[in-house]
């Protein structure tokens, strides 16, 4: 699928799945995601997709200098996130963690 034209492999099917039906655009999702991004994510917990460790964002090393943000699983070395900041964008890679639970608060 290519993301930004919206072309799928199935185009020219004939038929509409019942999902297509309810689906929207990435917009819908945008309530969500500021409930999600928001909070304070030290406390957030991170399980390496490495080992499986888990832990809080906050107890996890952390190696930064210019070029970005790296944090690591204490038990098995391995990235568990990146983030990376330019003029116009902040990038956040997370393949390193199978989940990352927040907690929503009260």
């Given at each position: 699928m290519n993301f930004a034209s919206g072309?799928?492999?199935e185009s020219g099917s004939g038929r509409e799945r019942p999902a297509d039906a309810r689906r929207v655009d990435g917009n819908a999702a945008g309530g969500l995601f500021s409930e999600i991004f928001v909070?304070?994510?030290?406390?957030?917990r991170a399980k390496c997709a490495g080992c499986?460790?888990?832990g809080m964002i906050g107890s996890l090393p952390v190696y930064a200098?210019?070029?970005?943000?790296?944090?690591?699983c204490p038990k098995c070395d391995r990235v568990v996130l990146r983030v990376a900041r330019t003029p116009q964008h902040v990038w956040l890679d997370a393949t390193g963690a199978t989940c990352i639970v927040i907690s929503r608060g009260t």
């Open positions: 072309e799928s492999h909070p304070d994510l030290t406390t957030a499986g460790a888990e200098h210019g070029m970005g943000t790296v944090v690591r």
